[in-house]
């Protein structure tokens, strides 16, 4: 009787191809090319404001590569979008980055498990929670890192309020913010892939935007079907 093999789970397959990657260049370089490139890939389908300046920096990334590691980059894409759209219950990016040994600790830098996130969010839920349909409510983060508190709070709600009101997400906004331009872009990456309704924004938290560039909002796919309404009703209220 043949012995079957253990599937691979996408965390090592994913720094399988990294490793392969690596020996031609420098672990963090490409680290963060990849970064910038999956962002950016996934804001130009969507936000048209910045696309050219986005699109400038994407093709500066991809000319430092010979063909080989570009495909590599590719199959990254494919694995960190297969992983989170068969489980969105997790920071594959984050477990990725951190097994890597990547993160910056000597900064302070250090990742909540996704289980704590997911249990804080089941906690902090509502047991008969229902969207106010006349204005949106904004779900925030300030140090958001990869994104795994939004992450499980979306999750929650979505657990929650998916099978009784399906447009229930047109009616929250999740907002993340960080001073680490590269982990605003992993939780933008991870935001995008499951569906959240959000905006992910570069810069210290207790700035105000005002002071920002453009290039420091990264909308997801999904900010765009708010409903009209209520964001015109709660930025009106706001004023």
């Not at 996130?117 to 983060?141: C, E, T, Y």
């Not at 508190?149 to 999740?174: C, H, I």
């Not at 992993?186 to 959000?198: A, E, L, N, R, T």
Request: hydrophobic share 40%; charged share 20%; with cysteine.
């Amino acid at each position: 009787m043949s012995s079957q093999k253990a599937p691979v789970s996408p965390v090592t397959e994913f720094i399988k191809v990294f490793y392969e990657m690596s020996a031609r260049y420098g672990r963090s370089e490409i680290w963060y090319d990849y970064i910038d490139m999956h962002a950016i890939a996934l804001a130009n389908t969507c936000d048209l404001r910045c696309r050219d300046t986005r699109e400038e920096q994407y093709n500066a990334i991809v000319q430092k590569y010979d063909e080989k590691t570009v495909q590599q980059f590719a199959v990254l894409t494919a694995i960190t979008m297969t992983a989170l759209l068969e489980n969105p219950e997790q920071d594959f990016l984050g477990t990725v980055y951190q097994n890597l040994g990547l993160t910056k600790s000597g900064a302070g830098q250090f990742f909540t498990p996704y289980n704590v996130g997911q249990m804080m969010a089941r906690m902090n839920m509502p047991d008969s929670f229902v969207p106010d349909k006349s204005r949106i409510l904004r779900v925030n983060d300030p140090c958001c890192g990869a994104g795994c508190l939004l992450l499980a709070g979306y999750n929650a709600m979505r657990e929650q309020l998916e099978s009784t009101d399906p447009d229930w997400d047109k009616y929250v906004l999740f907002v993340a913010q960080d001073i680490d331009p590269l982990v605003c872009k992993m939780c933008y990456i991870q935001m995008c892939c499951i569906g959240v309704p959000g905006v992910v924004v570069v810069g210290n938290s207790l700035f105000p935007d005002a002071e920002r560039s453009p290039t420091d909002f990264w909308f997801t796919p999904k900010y765009f079907l708010l409903d009209d309404n209520a964001l015109k009703n709660t930025y009106t209220e706001k004023e």
